[in-house]
């Protein structure tokens, strides 16, 4: 079965470059997530889309933006970037649906970004 | 308040025993599902188990099984058999209503011992 795809896996950038992550979600699920996760920390929600649009916002700095295409693909981009960026970046997907408490998050394998 | 709570920052199990993992939820939502992950040393975050919050029967997937305490509640993971892959973190996690948030604790370190 097809899964959520992320690129790339690992990136080093060093302080205040920029850097712009990618999230192919699994086909047919309109809705994209992305997290951040420290390490030894929990996922920490960034934002989400529903159809093209940002539907909730959580912990995500001002340098960081992120939008979702017409074909549903998303990118993270990141400006100004700090050592405390330094973590693993996670894109999930899931099916938007009426009971939306039913549906799992399918996530990538994450992007690595090292802030040096 | 925290949406999830799991207590044992880190467990030890032996080979082929079962382990049980807490997970304590708070919402005052009627529906509401609970979702734990494994991640492993690898990264990814790979999705084991759901459990609704009308399901009447606890959940099971495999060697996965849900032990769902609403009136508690608590949404406990119980692992048969350990295995050496099953040591990772578990991150318990919850999503309300129609909600688009998913709410994760801050997870339980897994070491299964040979």
């Known amino acids: 079965a097809a899964g959520v795809i992320q690129s790339p896996r690992h990136l080093i950038k060093e302080k205040r470059e920029t850097a712009t992550l990618k999230c192919y979600p699994i086909?047919?699920?309109?809705?994209v997530y992305w997290y951040q996760q420290g390490p030894g920390q929990d996922p920490q929600f960034l934002i989400s889309?529903?159809?093209?649009?940002?539907?909730d916002k959580g912990s995500i700095p001002d340098r960081f933006s992120a939008q979702q295409f017409s074909d549903y693909h998303s990118e993270l981009n990141m400006s100004s970037l700090e050592l405390g960026d330094s973590a693993l970046y996670f894109c999930a997907s899931s099916p938007r649906q009426r009971r939306a408490y039913n549906s799992p998050l399918h996530f990538g394998n994450g992007t690595r970004l090292t802030v040096t | 308040a925290q949406k999830i709570t799991q207590t044992q920052p880190g467990m030890f199990v032996q080979e082929k025993e079962a382990v049980t993992l807490d997970c304590t939820y708070d919402?005052?939502?009627?529906?509401?599902?609970l979702f734990w992950y494994k991640q492993p040393s690898s990264g990814e975050m790979i999705f084991l188990i759901y459990q609704g919050s009308y399901d009447e029967q606890n959940a099971t997937e495999g060697r996965y099984s849900l032990n769902f305490q609403k009136a508690r509640k608590s949404a406990n993971l119980v692992i048969s058999a350990s295995q050496l892959g099953d040591s990772a973190m578990y991150f318990c996690?919850?999503?309300?209503?129609?909600?688009?948030?998913?709410?994760f604790g801050t997870g339980t370190s897994l070491t299964v011992i040979p």
């Open positions: 889309f529903y159809e093209k649009m940002q539907s």
């Open positions: 086909p047919r699920h309109d809705t």
């Open positions: 996690a919850m999503r309300e209503g129609a909600g688009n948030q998913f709410y």
């Open positions: 919402t005052s939502d009627q529906s509401y599902g």
